[in-house]
């Protein structure tokens, strides 16, 4: 594939959906990164998995968001009875290795989260 | 805890003109240090990191230690260097961003 992939790029939910957020890595990588971005902010870290193990999950501001990657490849994002405050980018990126020092992330193209 | 600090929310030069955007860092232990680049409908891209010491679409960045510093630097500005400039580190906590720093040059 030409780079990491997300969809949807735009999600409108309704306070109290669930919402689920797809990321598409580069194929043959290793390492998957979840970010979460507020408006007027960097990139906030969410979790990681080093191919379908969820290594650190130490970001996730809730028990309400989960992520999986059950086959080392695609990865979801799920979120449960969305808030506004969840209203966000949800940046997904990879990189080639396990080691995250040093190697570039690929970041996708984001999907922006609106809860009203 | 780990923190990236860019003071300047939006810095605007005109083109030509040198640009220095500032990254302070607080880490106990050896940073490593990049910045990204975000243009204008474009995805978040790598474009330095300081193990590297390179020099890429003309930026460089030093880190300096003593001043716990990793500011990015050009000596002549381009208008297509207008983006959202990140600064990042990576360290027990994985990576961290700063805030970023909209860079807009003028003509």
């Known amino acids: 594939g030409a780079g990491v992939s997300q969809s949807p790029r735009y999600k409108v939910a309704k306070r109290g959906q669930d919402v689920a957020l797809r990321c598409d890595p580069i194929s043959g990588h290793v390492s998957l990164f979840w970010y979460q971005q507020a408006l007027g902010q960097g990139p906030e870290f969410l979790t990681y998995?080093?191919?379908?193990?969820?290594?650190?999950k130490s970001g996730l501001p809730s028990d309400r968001f989960f992520a999986e990657r059950p086959e080392g490849s695609v990865s979801t994002l799920k979120i449960q009875r969305t808030q506004q405050e969840d209203s966000a980018v949800y940046l997904c990126a990879s990189s080639y290795t396990e080691l995250i020092s040093y190697n570039e992330q690929f970041f996708g193209p984001g999907t922006r989260l609106t809860v009203l | 805890a780990q923190r990236v600090t860019q003071p300047e929310k939006l810095l605007s030069v005109f083109k030509g003109a040198p640009v220095e955007l500032k990254c302070n860092y607080s880490?106990?232990?050896?940073?490593?240090l990049f910045w990204y680049v975000q243009y204008s409908r474009q995805r978040l891209q790598l474009l330095l990191r300081h193990i590297s010491r390179e020099s890429i679409k003309g930026f460089t960045a030093d880190l300096n230690k003593g001043e716990t510093s990793f500011h990015l630097k050009k000596p002549f500005a381009q208008e297509e260097d207008s983006a959202m400039y990140y600064c990042a580190l990576i360290g027990a906590d994985g990576l961290t961003f700063g805030k970023g720093t909209h860079l807009i040059i003028q003509p």
């Open positions: 880490y106990s232990g050896s940073p490593e």
């Open positions: 998995f080093q191919n379908e193990a969820q290594l650190d």
